[in-house]
């Protein structure tokens, strides 16, 4: 066993690693030396991304010559000795170590970065390939867990919290930009680019919206976009991998840092959708849309879910009773400020409802607007009341009042005989004043069946007041002067 092993130890160099020491050479090379301590980074996997491009240890980096001072000739040369130096992976744990290291490689980052973006020349397919394993190396990494994964607390509001900011972020922001200016880029030739820029690529890449540096996720957001812009052979597997991420945080985490910028992305995506709209988009907003609202988090990216939804009704309006009903199926109970979120959202999806939709849930909805009405926190009741400032709302409402105003008046007659409120209050009686005007003999309709309910109630509770006093004097009788009354 132990020579079998020893065996395998020596294998046969592959032609991967002849390209790979052709590319960086077995010894020294002029202007470009690496340090030995100087940590290897992973490679951006997919099947160009088997080797990874790190250059063999050496003393010390070297600046290279700037594009401009070297012949046309030698800058595509010149450009694969400076992704070279750019693979070197350095400790930003330490401010003071490396840091003349560091300031090369900044300075060969930005250097690249104008190379591609001024467009003075096009690049080989060899140097597009190893500028992609490059960026991989870079920015393909785990991320440290969490903050609240370390102390066993609940995630935190980021708004309220101050962010994790990522310490290498001087290099990474030069390499994202890099990639940016690579995608965005009038020279870049998709069918070319997308054999670097692959399925394994782009979900590498999507993984790393986890980060819980903004800084990070925002450049994530811009290229990731770009990318579904111009590759289009990817955009149904970016789709589908949003999808499976959004499942993951839904049933599984409820932990995710990106799910704001995601949803950033697909609301820009939605509104591109072609009419009719395929099935497929029509499941993606019941699986997953939908239920986004179901995680306790959803404050943070309520805003962007939101506009997501909208976006889906504006484009199909037959959607708008599918999105209510799913609305009020993740109506939060006991989460007053969720309430306030999910009111704000029926508001912006019932303004791009038609009135046949709007039929069709109207009961369930004007039930569950009524309890939110009488909320005893004011914010519900009074983000409920607002609705009647829409006139789109108040149209819809005005059509269907036969089935409207009962549903809600005793709840509005609560409001005004038992709410603390007085702001409250008084939007309450303005609504009650709007559909007096829409609707006189209903309203007095409503009035009459309210009293004649509230006369029963109270016959009601004399009977059962009566009934207990018969069946305690009954006791006292019986037991006599043992007999405990209260």
């Known amino acids: 066993m132990l020579k079998k092993i020893m065996k395998g ?6 032609k991967s690693d002849s390209n790979e020491a052709s590319l960086y050479g077995s010894g020294p090379t002029p202007n470009v030396v690496v340090n030995h301590a100087s940590r290897a980074g992973t490679g951006a996997g997919g099947p160009n991304y088997g080797v990874p491009m790190v250059p063999p240890p050496m003393g010390a980096v070297e600046p290279l010559p700037l594009f ?20 070197f992976q350095l400790d930003f744990s330490n401010t003071l170590k490396s840091v003349r290291e560091k300031e090369i490689k900044r300075q060969t980052l930005m250097e690249l970065v104008d190379f591609i973006q001024s467009g003075s020349g096009k690049i080989t397919e060899m140097c597009q390939e190893e500028m992609i394993k490059m960026i991989g190396i870079n920015i393909f990494r785990c991320l440290p867990p969490a903050s609240h994964e370390n102390t066993g607390q609940e995630a935190k509001d980021p708004e309220e919290d101050e962010p994790y900011l990522e310490p290498s972020w001087p ?4 390499v994202y930009e890099l990639l940016l200016r690579y995608v965005v880029s009038s020279e870049t030739d998709t069918k070319v680019a997308k054999r670097y820029i692959d399925h394994s690529f782009v979900l590498k890449l999507l993984d790393l919206f986890d980060s819980e540096d903004p800084r990070e996720r925002e450049y994530l957001k811009t290229i990731l976009h ?6 289009m052979v990817h955009r149904p597997f970016i789709r589908k991998t ?33 009419l009719p709209m395929k099935e497929e988009h029509k499941l993606f907003l019941v699986r997953a849309l939908i239920p986004l609202h179901k995680p306790k988090p959803v404050s943070m990216y309520h805003q962007q879910l939101s506009y997501c939804i909208t976006q889906f009704v504006e484009k199909d309006y037959k ?57 005893s926190h004011f914010q519900v009741a009074e983000r409920a009341l607002f609705l009647w400032n829409n006139e789109h709302i108040v149209s819809l409402i005005a059509q269907n009042r036969q089935a409207v105003l009962p549903i809600i008046f005793e709840a509005l007659e609560r409001n005004i005989q038992t709410h603390w409120n007085q702001a409250v209050h008084g939007l309450t009686v303005n609504v009650q004043k709007m559909f007096l005007e829409m609707d006189a003999e209903l309203f007095d309709e409503c009035q009459r069946q309210f009293a004649e309910k509230e006369a029963r109630a109270r016959e009601m509770e004399e009977q059962r007041e009566m009934t207990w006093k018969k069946l305690v004097d009954a006791a006292v009788e019986r037991g006599g002067d043992n007999m405990v009354t209260v």
């Open 68 to 87: 401009r001072d070297v012949p046309v000739s030698e800058r595509q040369n010149l450009f694969m000795r400076k992704l070279q130096i750019c693979c």
């Open 171 to 174: 290099h990474l922001q030069l």
């Open 242 to 274: 949003i999808n499976n991420i959004f499942y993951r945080f839904i049933y599984e985490t409820e932990r995710h840092g990106g799910v704001g910028e995601l949803l950033e992305i697909l609301g820009s995506i939605i509104n591109g959708f072609a």
């Open 319 to 375: 959607l708008a009773d599918t999105v209510i009903r799913g609305l009020l199926k993740y109506w939060p109970l006991t989460n007053c400020q969720k309430e306030v979120l999910f009111l704000g959202e029926l508001e912006e999806v019932l303004e791009a409802t038609q009135s046949a939709e709007f039929q069709r849930c109207m009961i369930p909805l004007f039930r569950q607007i009524a309890r939110c009405l009488n909320s």
């Open 226 to 231: 770009r990318i579904y812009g111009k590759f």
């Open 9 to 14: 130890g020596h294998r046969k160099p592959s």
